[in-house]
């Protein structure tokens, strides 16, 4: 499978991105999606993920903030983020997950930068 993310971007601080992400396989045949961001010089960290019966779980640092959905019809991953911050400025990656959340594909990535 191939993952295409887009919608990242520079916003204020207070502000709204909503980030795609385009999967070329069904997304219904891996036990979930996720994304995840990653800061310069540490490793990916999980944001968001939702299973394929569409329950979802949420980092600490985004709970309340952000919305992660999916269309299968047309195997897109959502990922809403509201009330922006400074710290959420990171390179953002859409993942196909198995069972015990191992990554199976990841995008490309798609920087998202909020200024103060």
């Known amino acids: 499978v191939q993952l295409v993310e887009s919608g990242g971007g520079l916003v204020q601080a207070g502000g709204s991105l909503r980030l795609s992400c385009e999967a070329t396989?069904?997304?219904?045949?891996?036990?979930?999606m996720g994304w995840y961001r990653q800061f310069p010089g540490t490793e990916r960290r999980l944001v968001a993920a939702?299973?394929?019966?569409?329950?979802?779980y949420y980092g600490d640092s985004v709970l309340g903030r952000c919305t992660i959905t999916r269309d299968d019809a047309e195997n897109i991953l959502i990922l809403q983020m509201d009330e922006l911050r400074p710290e959420d400025t990171a390179m953002y990656y859409c993942?196909?997950?198995?069972?015990?959340?191992?990554?199976?594909?990841w995008g490309q990535g798609t920087q998202v930068t909020v200024s103060p």
């Open positions: 993942a196909a997950l198995g069972h015990n959340y191992e990554s199976r594909a």
């Open positions: 396989e069904k997304m219904s045949s891996f036990f979930a």
């Open positions: 939702i299973g394929a019966g569409g329950a979802a």
